[in-house]
């Protein structure tokens, strides 16, 4: 299982689970569940994160970028304007071209508005860019993004924050069969089946933020969570066996002793 890594925009990671960085109760919460998740990619709300803890300690001393891939995301924008110029002001801080883009189009559902995510794609692409998109379960929609040339597109298994979990499986398994670049669910997972259940359809991540931080024991659940998209790919890989009708002996029945 070791070859069986994550590549986006030409970087290989070897978790397959991304976490947010938001919601802890403080830095130290946050520290210690991002490292049992064993996640490599965080992200970093542009607009909103707090980059300094109640002590002065700041998110990279405690979670240096030597080791993670930090990855800024336009949460909070509702234009494409304003994603294409929150994230610009991310790479000039950081230098890196790795992005979340992120329009919402409604602030009950926090729906995303794929009109205007499919117009800030387009531009950040163009910019030089690695796009990873935030975008609904319509397999037409993620098959635009590829083609504009986001590096990956990350549809949603339910609204951001719910908790609900995977709604829409058949749309998810529409939109991995359509695609060359990687697949990652992002929002909507509520517990580690959810996960697993992402996973297992063929997803080549998971992405999460609420359903660690607001567990009763964010670490535990980030532990939980590790070992649920592990189990999840592999069970993918493995081949689940067909699904039947009817029973099927564990035992085989040639040879069988007669009573």
Do not use: W
């Given at each position: 299982?070791?070859?069986?890594?994550?590549?986006?925009?030409?970087?290989?990671?070897?978790?397959?689970?991304?976490?947010?960085?938001?919601?802890?109760?403080?830095?130290?919460?946050?520290?210690?569940?991002?490292?049992?998740?064993?996640?490599?990619?965080?992200?970093?709300?542009?607009?909103?994160?707090?980059?300094?803890?109640?002590?002065?300690?700041?998110?990279?001393?405690?979670?240096?970028?030597?080791?993670?891939?930090?990855?800024?995301?336009?949460?909070?924008?509702?234009?494409?304007?304003?994603?294409?110029?929150?994230?610009?002001?991310?790479?000039?801080?950081?230098?890196?071209?790795?992005?979340?883009?992120?329009?919402?189009?409604?602030?009950?559902?926090?729906?995303?508005?794929?009109?205007?995510?499919?117009?800030?794609?387009?531009?950040?692409?163009?910019?030089?860019?690695?796009?990873?998109?935030?975008?609904?379960d319509d397999p037409?929609?993620?098959?635009?993004?590829?083609?504009?040339?986001?590096?990956?597109?990350?549809?949603?298994?339910?609204?951001?924050?719910?908790?609900?979990?995977?709604?829409?499986?058949?749309?998810?398994?529409?939109?991995?069969?359509?695609?060359?670049?990687?697949?990652?669910?992002?929002?909507?997972?509520?517990?580690?089946?959810?996960?697993?259940?992402?996973?297992?359809l063929g997803c080549?991540?998971?992405?999460?933020?609420?359903?660690?931080?607001?567990?009763?024991?964010?670490?535990?659940?980030?532990?939980?969570?590790?070992?649920?998209?592990?189990?999840?790919?592999?069970?993918?890989?493995?081949?689940?066996?067909?699904?039947?009708?009817?029973?099927?002996?564990?035992?085989?029945?040639?040879?069988?002793?007669?009573?």
């Amino acid at each position: 299982m070791a070859a069986d890594s994550l590549i986006i925009a030409g970087k290989s990671y070897h978790s397959r689970l991304l976490v947010g960085t938001g919601k802890y109760k403080d830095f130290s919460q946050t520290h210690a569940a991002i490292v049992a998740s064993g996640a490599q990619i965080i992200t970093v709300a542009v607009r909103r994160a707090a980059v300094m803890g109640a002590k002065g300690e700041s998110l990279a001393d405690l979670l240096p970028p030597s080791h993670y891939t930090y990855l800024p995301n336009s949460a909070g924008c509702t234009t494409a304007e304003q994603a294409v110029r929150t994230l610009r002001l991310a790479r000039e801080i950081s230098g890196e071209t790795l992005v979340k883009l992120e329009v919402i189009g409604d602030g009950k559902t926090l729906y995303p508005d794929v009109v205007e995510t499919l117009i800030a794609a387009q531009l950040l692409v163009k910019e030089g860019f690695d796009v990873m998109a935030y975008t609904s379960d319509d397999p037409l929609v993620a098959k635009k993004l590829e083609d504009i040339g986001c590096v990956a597109v990350m549809p949603l298994a339910a609204p951001i924050g719910s908790g609900l979990g995977i709604q829409n499986p058949l749309n998810l398994q529409l939109i991995i069969e359509a695609a060359r670049v990687p697949i990652l669910v992002d929002a909507g997972v509520g517990t580690a089946s959810d996960a697993a259940i992402a996973m297992e359809l063929g997803c080549d991540g998971v992405l999460m933020n609420t359903a660690i931080a607001e567990a009763q024991d964010p670490v535990l659940m980030a532990q939980a969570m590790k070992l649920a998209v592990q189990a999840g790919r592999n069970a993918f890989l493995a081949g689940r066996m067909p699904r039947r009708n009817y029973a099927s002996a564990s035992s085989p029945t040639i040879g069988k002793i007669s009573a």
